[in-house]
């Protein structure tokens, strides 16, 4: 199941502000989103979550829309080292238990150029 | 240094023969995941575990096996009823409480090649 939509790819120069759009128009009340990244053949990294609220940390800063049907994640300088793959992803519970999946879909390939 | 290792980063074995990827964290995660990864592709879960001596099928869990006997170890065994079993393999933990429960963290993968 695909509960998030991204576009397959982005591009931004560097040192601009890259703004990363996830749609997830099912999401239930108490489900976060999550965004992730992976560079190259590597293991994806963490880069922030939220359940209503704006969030901003060292990395990025995610903005979440009223209705929770959308968000973006905004990275404010970017650099070359930031070329990766950005998902988006939304925290599914299974039934009767605490352990949440975490779908992960193609994700939105991001390329910063010089 | 906490963190999750994976091991061999690259495997090459011949078609027929079982495989075992090596998944150790020394983060005192509660729960473990293994996924593949195919060329272009998103992230598919193949089983993922809770607690130690019990674990759960994932989407993708056809031809793969799995054992939880210590918290700190989460092995993948490739057997010979997968397909297609040239692929990336990732394993990932996580802890169940507190705020960051949803925050995954990733081994730096394993590139299993079948001849």
């Known amino acids: 199941d695909a509960k998030t939509t991204q576009p397959p790819s982005m591009d931004c120069a560097e040192g601009r502000a890259a703004n990363l759009p996830c749609n997830h128009s099912t999401i239930s009340g108490n489900e976060y989103v999550y965004w992730y990244r992976q560079i190259h053949s590597q293991g994806p990294q963490y880069i922030i979550h939220?359940?209503?609220n704006n969030e901003t940390n060292e990395m990025a800063s995610l903005i979440i829309t009223e209705d929770r049907k959308s968000s973006t994640l905004i990275l404010p300088h970017a650099t070359l080292r930031d070329t990766a793959v950005y998902y988006c992803?939304?925290?599914?519970?299974?039934?009767?238990?605490?352990?949440?999946?975490?779908?992960f879909g193609r994700g939105t390939q991001l390329t910063v150029w010089p | 240094d906490g963190g999750i290792t994976q091991s061999p980063k690259y495997l090459f074995r011949k078609e027929g023969q079982n495989v075992t990827l090596s998944c150790e964290q020394n983060?005192?995660?509660?729960?473990m995941y293994w996924y593949r990864q195919d060329p272009g592709q998103g992230l598919r879960l193949i089983y993922y575990?809770?607690?130690?001596?019990?674990?759960q099928k994932g989407d993708i869990a056809e031809g793969y096996s799995v054992s939880r006997e210590k918290k700190e170890s989460f092995p993948l065994t490739v057997t010979s009823a997968q397909k297609n079993p040239t692929a990336f393999y990732l394993c990932?933990?996580?802890?169940?409480?507190?705020?960051?429960?949803?925050?995954?963290?990733f081994g730096e993968g394993s590139r299993l090649t079948v001849l």
């Open positions: 575990s809770q607690i130690v001596n019990d674990f």
């Open positions: 983060l005192n995660h509660d729960a």
């Open positions: 992803i939304v925290r599914v519970a299974e039934r009767g238990s605490t352990l949440g999946r975490l779908y």
């Open positions: 939220g359940l209503k």
């Open positions: 990932a933990s996580r802890t169940l409480s507190g705020r960051g429960a949803g925050e995954l963290f």
